[in-house]
């Protein structure tokens, strides 16, 4: 295992929303009660402006499996898998501070305790993760940037998944879910490129699933989900 990079990452773009709708004050009340304690030290570039290492280990305090979600929505894929895994820590990164708000009302709901939440963009992770240090990685109904010319902002992109592969061990699972035909073509084009070998490629969920609000609202509009499982080499 290597130390990640330590220089400052350079100035990049961000496109996704980091606000919505006004907050209720229930949700107001979650971010300034809560986050601090789930948030980590030492990931955002304001925090750790010379991005010196980060053992994700030592967030949880022991050696346990540490697991990431890459844009948890509103948390509750992240809620539900924290619940089923008491025994793995499960770090979700979000920059939409609507959905960050959601999912700390949510693990209060579910009394989980070993989740660590980031709310940023997964790139500051991987600038400070060492190597393989992540078990499993999961991401599900990513922004589709639909337009052709925005493809390159998609996650499934080496910008995005280099780093990914980088900080995942060898034989750890990467777990992809999209109501997008374009997107699993991306992915099958893009994914194995980044050092990963497909698991499945399928229209059935997997088994410990939990649907999400975005994949009911796909399926309420006549959008198809697809679930492709790719694994480390």
């Known amino acids: 295992m290597t130390d990640a990079p330590a220089s400052p990452p350079e100035r990049r773009n961000f496109y996704g929303r980091i606000r919505g709708r006004t907050l209720r004050p229930s949700q107001k009340g979650y971010l300034a009660e809560d986050l601090g304690a ?17 053992d994700p280990s030592a967030i949880f305090g022991d050696d346990r499996e540490i697991w990431l979600e890459v844009g948890f929505g509103g ?3 992240l809620v539900h898998m924290a619940a089923r895994n008491p025994q793995v820590g499960i770090i979700g990164c979000e920059p939409f501070i609507n ?39 999961f991401l599900n109904y990513p922004d589709p940037w639909p337009k052709a010319r925005h493809h390159r902002r ?48 399928t229209g059935t969920p997997w088994d410990d699933w939990l649907s999400t609000r975005y994949e009911q609202k796909a399926l309420r509009e006549g959008r198809v989900p697809h679930y492709l499982t790719w694994r480390r080499r």
């Open 154 to 201: 998609r996650f499934v992109t080496q910008d995005h998944l280099q780093p990914l592969a980088r900080v995942l061990r060898p034989g750890a699972e990467f777990r992809v879910a999209t109501d997008i035909p374009d997107y699993v073509r991306q992915t099958r084009e893009e994914v194995p490129l980044a050092g990963f070998e497909p698991v499945s490629d």
């Open 99 to 137: 959905g960050v708000a959601m999912l700390l009302g949510k693990i209060r709901g579910a009394g989980v305790t070993n989740v660590a939440v980031y709310p940023g963009d997964v790139r500051d992770l991987f600038d400070v993760f060492p190597d393989a240090c992540i078990a499993k990685a």
């Open 38 to 54: 789930l948030c980590p030290k030492g990931l955002s570039v304001e925090d750790n402006p010379e991005r010196r290492p980060v």
């Open 75 to 77: 948390g509750e894929h």
